[in-house]
């Protein structure tokens, strides 16, 4: 099955400084990868996501990048603020038969912004 | 639409007991996703159904967990009997797999404490 490796666990910047998350996958059919931000006590909630027909795709403060061949992405935080501090997961996915995803996820990602 | 709801909230039970965690999807999802984390193991998705059949199970840990889905707008997870190492958060998790769009919407969890 899939498996998703991500880096570094824990990631402490200056607020205004950015925030790079690495991670790898080792299924070369997978084609969908989410990024997930999760508040302290609080659920999973997406951010932004990329097709493996993408190499980048940016939303504001947030980008990720593909390269399929090497089978890593990486997400990337611009001018980072206090509330951008919460867990960071990716995951990787093969599409299903019907439209949906079985996601495996990365680790999570620890990120602490500074004031 | 209120989200993905599940509950209880949180469960505290004595090993032995069973347990049952119920969850409610958006209207009109096809795809229903349970998961758990856990510090150690991160985020693991346990089984997902489609149209209310159950399509990989593969990741129950063992035969006392089962998953139900008795209709589109209800499932439960049920744990017979319960074990301490069970304790964890349990997500539930829906998306609609015909809109092109892959995104899981997550419950706010229910986290089940084991004694």
């Known amino acids: 099955g899939e498996n998703v490796e991500q880096h570094p666990s824990t990631l402490s910047v200056q607020e205004g400084d950015s925030a790079v998350i690495k991670c790898t996958y080792s299924?070369?059919?997978?084609?969908?990868f989410p990024w997930y931000k999760q508040e302290l006590g609080k659920r999973p909630q997406l951010i932004i996501d990329?097709?493996?027909?993408?190499g980048e795709k940016k939303d504001q403060r947030i980008a990720v990048t593909l390269n399929k061949t090497a089978k890593h992405f990486s997400l990337h935080i611009t001018e980072t603020q206090p509330e951008d501090s919460a867990v960071y997961f990716c995951?990787?996915?093969?599409?299903?038969?019907?439209?949906?995803?079985?996601?495996?996820f990365g680790t999570g990602t620890q990120l602490k912004v500074e004031l | 639409d209120a989200g993905v709801i599940q509950s209880p909230r949180h469960e505290v039970t004595e090993m032995g007991q069973e347990v049952t965690l119920r969850c409610k999807p958006i209207s009109g999802h096809d795809y229903l996703f349970w998961y758990r984390q856990t510090m150690m193991r991160g985020l693991e998705l346990l089984i997902y159904?489609?149209?209310?059949?159950?399509?990989?199970d593969s990741g129950m840990p063992e035969d006392r967990f089962s998953a139900k889905m008795p209709n589109a707008s209800f499932s439960t997870l049920k744990i017979q009997p319960s074990e301490p190492r069970d304790s964890a958060v349990y997500f539930c998790?829906?998306?609609?797999?015909?809109?092109?769009?892959?995104?899981?919407?997550f419950g706010p969890g229910t986290r089940l404490t084991v004694l």
């Open positions: 299924d070369s059919a997978s084609n969908y």
């Open positions: 998790a829906s998306s609609l797999g015909t809109s092109g769009e892959n995104e899981q919407f």
């Open positions: 159904f489609n149209n209310n059949v159950p399509i990989d």
């Open positions: 990329i097709r493996s027909n993408v």
């Open positions: 995951a990787a996915s093969i599409g299903l038969t019907g439209g949906g995803n079985k996601l495996t």
